[in-house]
């Protein structure tokens, strides 16, 4: 299957880099991941102004303009013959000399490659999915989408091994986000976000869930989430790219509400199915 690699289209087993790539050595740089339902990118606007923003966050020169950026997606999905595509976006800082501050002089990596997208299935959005809990270990600048994911990394692992879709993490006694996924509360019949800061990164979901909630008539309430309201929730939502919107049945054993996907749920999921991008005609 073809990538992008630094200027050229070449098969995903001829794309190599240097060793010295400061993504390789230090974790040094960002990425972006980007839904694409009937050939559209969804939300692409919105995709690519946070790519832009990881790249400012951490002083990474942008080496495109958002027309030529969309211009190499189009390249990268146009060789692959999914209608449905996840593509993954990453910029290094590049190859350098190791030393851990900025180089002189260095040319960022741009990489992009894409997969067929496959959402969760119909069985799994009627069951809901069990959740694990643990600490947030990762650093404080969750809200920049850097490539450096080993909390996250770590935090995945461990839902995986105990049979878990995601694992939803708590700072201090407060809900922060899953391993790669915003993560949601119902409780009074409202749906609650923690706030979008250091702690979290803004998921493009969050926002078109907050555009979602206004439309349908869902009071949204932002605020830090104590651990106790989480574990008394009628209802958990997870949401990421991949996974769309998903009911958490259970975390860490114990079934949330009814233990079956609920009102809110059903709402906010036929109101995303709506906002997808359609065939075009
Ligand atoms: N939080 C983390 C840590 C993530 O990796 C992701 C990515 O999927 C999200 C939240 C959700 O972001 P988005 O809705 O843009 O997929």
């Known amino acids: 299957s073809l ?32 839904p694409m339902y009937h ?10 102004a946070r790519l832009f923003r990881s790249m400012r966050a951490i002083s990474l020169l942008n080496p495109h303009a958002k027309e030529e950026w969309m211009e190499l997606v189009r390249n990268v999905t146009g060789a692959h013959a999914s209608d449905q595509q996840l593509v993954y976006i990453q910029v290094t800082r590049g190859v350098a000399k190791r030393g ?7 040319y960022p990596t741009v990489f992009i490659m894409t997969n067929p997208l496959v959402t969760p299935s119909e069985d799994v959005r009627a069951q809901g999915v069990a959740c694990v809990s643990m600490e947030d270990s990762r650093w404080l600048h969750c809200d920049i989408k850097s490539i450096s994911l080993l909390g996250n990394v770590l935090a995945a692992q461990y839902a995986a091994e105990h049979d878990a879709v995601e694992t ?58 104590a651990r106790a309201e989480v574990f008394h929730a009628e209802e958990i939502l997870i949401t990421s790219a991949g996974k769309e919107i998903l009911p958490v049945a259970s975390i ?30």
């Open 3 to 34: 990538v992008y690699l630094n200027g050229q289209l070449t098969p995903l087993s001829d794309a190599k880099i240097s060793v010295l790539d400061r993504g390789f050595i230090f974790g040094d740089g960002v990425y972006e991941v980007i």
């Open 100 to 106: 851990h501050a900025f180089p002189e002089a260095s």
């Open 168 to 225: 939803i993490q708590f700072r201090d006694g407060f809900l922060t986000e899953g391993a790669s996924s915003n993560v949601w509360v119902v409780r009074h019949g409202r749906l609650m976000a923690p706030p979008k800061d250091k702690h979290i990164l803004e998921g493009i979901r969050y926002g078109l869930i907050e555009e979602l909630c206004a439309a349908c008539g869902i009071m949204l309430e932002v605020r830090h989430i």
């Open 39 to 48: 050939r559209q990118l969804f939300r692409a606007d919105q995709h690519f």
């Open 252 to 281: 860490d054993g114990h079934p949330v509400g009814s233990g079956k996907p609920g009102p809110v749920f059903q709402r906010l999921y036929a109101a995303y199915q709506q906002a997808k991008p359609r065939p075009l005609t």
